[in-house]
Each structure stands twice: as C-alpha cells, then as structure tokens.
C-alpha cells in the first residue's frame, strides 16, 4: 500500500487521513482566507517566491497577518515536499483566518492557521495540450474590483465554481468569464491570451483578473521571441474571431483553446504561436534559475 502524504498544519505534520482543521475556523464558515498553487518540476518548485509573495500580499489585501515569515513559509514548504519524498508535485497553500466564533468578525479569529499541502495533481483533459480545448463564455459575470476580487487569491471560488458548473453541465472544457461591461476577464483558475496579426492581446487587471504568475513567464517568453504582448481590453467577439488563443494558470500550465461557444479559434486547433510557446514553457519550468530546488 502507498504510504499516506503529510500534511504541514501549524508547523505539525499529520497524515493526510488525520489532518483536519475546526468547525469554527472562518475559512470554513465565510471562505475567509487565501492560498496558492503551486507546481513542482523535476526538483525545482517552479517560481516558488513569487507564489509567496503573492499569498502574503493577498493576506494583506484582507488584513489577515499571517503567523510566520516569507522565509519560514518557504522552508516549510521545501521541507513538507521533502517529506513526502516528492519531485514532481502540487503544493498547495493555504491560510485561513483561524478558529472564531459564529460570528463574521474576524476579530475574533486571534490566529490565523496555515495549511500546506504537497501532492500530485492532474487536471488536463487528455490530448488537451495537443488538441486544444473547448470553452464557452459564461453567464456568470466575474467579480468586479470593488467586490471580492479575483486580484485577491481568496478562499471565495464560488465566482469561478459557478462558471465551472455550467461549463461541465454544458459538455464543454472550460469556462471564460466576463467583467461586468462585457469584456473578456479570464478562466475559472487560469489567465487568457489571444493572438491576432501575429500579436498577443490579454485582459489588463482593471476587469479583475488575477495577475497570474504563468501569464507573466508566458508574457515574456513571448517577448524575448519578438512578439508584442500587449494589455486591452477583449471583446466577445474579438475572441471569436482571433487566429488563436490560450490559457495560462499553474494548474493548467498553458493550453490551447481550440472553441469558444461552439465557434472555432483559427483552425480550431492549437496554432503556430501557441506551438512555439508550448515549447519554450516546456523549457522554462525545469530551468534551476526559475524556482527553487528541492534537494541540494
Ligand atoms: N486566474 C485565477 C482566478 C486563478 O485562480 C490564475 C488566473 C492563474 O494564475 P497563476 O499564477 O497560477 O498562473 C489562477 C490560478 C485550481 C487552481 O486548483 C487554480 C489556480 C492555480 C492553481 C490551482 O483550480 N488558479
């Protein structure tokens, strides 16, 4: 039998079976926390510090202090991979504003717990790199910046849940969502591109998408080809009617979107752009200078 995975719950390890937080910890009772997910690759937690950094600037869009250092987070995130004897893996990050009473007031809520979990993980749809994905534009309109943002990696996914429920219960992949003008935001977990005339377009943050750590390896690796990548913002349309499109996000890495609402993307397969950054992604997140090792 495969031994159970540790789980890192307030600087103590406990067996994945045994590793449970309160009733009472807001996080549960409100979604009152934040996280992040991360990937390792062959050793190396693939951009590690700035996924820390992102979580401690979420905590303190929301005011929650997190109980220990940048430094003592990443130390502990090394050595809960080590301890689970892992080289590829999915670490995932989680702070919670702690245990309180029934009411909202995080007052109550003297300390906040974190929770960090190291586990394998595979979301991709099969041949969805080779053959692109399908996807639909939700009715479910992406929070706006003056409400529980997506800027924040909060514990409230409901947003993105509700658009993944339609896409699922349409038959399609994925799911884009909308700000509340009408201009394309991003997927339910991962930031969208579009390529027209040989240039790449996204959504600027003002419509509330999460400024992503792949989109930006993404934004650069396309740089340093020579392509322009440019923030505007994204009509239905214009997406209908781009040469190509993907997906960047941790979980998802960077795929091709082949269909929007039954419209094809270009050829409806991934094309010439996607392609060469596919490759050059594949190359930067086994890179040494990209993260932080594992083992050393
Ligand atoms: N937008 C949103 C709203 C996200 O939650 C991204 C974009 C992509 O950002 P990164 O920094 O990962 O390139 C995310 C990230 C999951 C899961 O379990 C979701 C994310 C990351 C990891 C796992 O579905 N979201």
């Not at 910890?25 to 992102?54: M, P, Q, S, T």
């Not at 989680?94 to 245990?99: A, D, K, L, S």
Request: aromatic content about 8%.
């Amino acid at each position: 039998m495969q031994k159970e995975i540790v789980i890192y719950i307030d600087g103590v390890y406990y067996p994945k079976s045994q590793a449970k937080i309160s009733v009472y910890d807001h996080g549960l009772l409100y979604g009152d926390g934040v996280f992040e997910g991360i990937r390792a690759y062959e050793g190396i937690v693939f951009k590690l510090k700035e996924h820390i950094e992102r979580l401690y600037r979420s905590a303190h869009a929301i005011t929650l202090k997190i109980p220990i250092s940048k430094e003592e987070m990443l130390k502990a995130v090394i050595k809960t991979i080590r301890k689970n004897k892992l080289f590829n893996a999915y670490i995932r990050l989680v702070v919670t504003r702690g245990v309180g009473d029934l009411g909202l007031d995080p007052r109550k809520c003297p300390k906040a717990s974190v929770i960090i979990i190291a586990d394998s993980i595979n979301l991709h749809v099969t041949g969805a790199k080779d053959n692109g994905i399908s996807t639909m534009i939700s009715w479910v309109r992406r929070n706006p910046v003056d409400t529980t943002t997506h800027e924040i990696k909060s514990l409230n996914y409901l947003n993105s849940i509700l658009a993944k429920i339609e896409a699922s219960l349409t038959g399609v992949d994925e799911a884009i969502c909308l700000d509340k003008n009408g201009f394309i935001v991003e997927g339910v977990g991962e930031n969208l591109f579009i390529v027209k005339s040989g240039k790449i377009f996204t959504p600027p943050s003002s419509t509330g998408a999460l400024e992503g750590i792949t989109a930006k390896v993404a934004t650069r690796l396309a740089k340093n080809m020579g392509i322009e990548v440019t923030e505007k913002n994204i009509t239905p349309f214009q997406l209908f009617t781009a040469e190509e499109a993907f997906f960047t996000g941790t979980a998802m890495e960077m795929v091709p979107i082949k269909e929007v609402n039954n419209r094809k993307i270009g050829k409806g397969k991934p094309g010439p752009i996607t392609k060469k950054l596919m490759a050059a992604f594949q190359k930067v997140i086994v890179d040494p200078n990209e993260g932080v090792p594992i083992y050393n």
